[in-house]
């Protein structure tokens, strides 16, 4: 069962802009941290941006001012607005929802990635 369903990547010249978008289930949304990473060709799965408290992002230094993480409540939907796109933003990105159902039941949910190339 798919729980976060990604889309919006795509190729696009640098300095460009993309949107991203992940939707998920209400009780997902509500109750997780959710946040976006990506993997680039031969490297590890990165952080790029983050909700802790479930308001504000917290973003990886080489994306700060440029990529903008938000959460839209009445659609149960996490978006990732990437402006100023550099070729080495490119990669696969992800969503994650992590949290819990009950005290002893864990969750760690994986969006199925959507890929971003950045290139003239």
């Known amino acids: 069962q798919v729980q976060l369903v990604e889309s919006g990547g795509g190729l696009v010249q640098p300095g460009g802009s993309l949107r991203l978008s992940c939707e998920t289930s209400?009780?997902?949304?509500?109750?997780?941290?959710m946040g976006w990473y990506r993997q680039a060709p031969g490297k590890e799965r990165e952080l790029v941006a983050a909700?802790?408290?479930?308001?504000?992002?917290n973003y990886v230094d080489s994306v700060k001012g440029r990529f903008t993480a938000s959460r839209d409540s009445t659609k149960n939907t996490m978006y990732l607005q990437m402006n100023n796109l550099k070729p080495e933003d490119t990669a696969v990105y992800y969503c994650?929802?992590?949290?819990?159902?009950?005290?002893?039941?864990?969750?760690?949910?994986w969006g199925q990635g959507t890929q971003v190339t950045v290139s003239s």
């Open positions: 994650r929802a992590k949290g819990a159902w009950a005290v002893e039941s864990p969750y760690d949910y």
């Open positions: 209400r009780s997902i949304f509500t109750r997780s941290d």
């Open positions: 909700f802790s408290s479930g308001i504000t992002a």
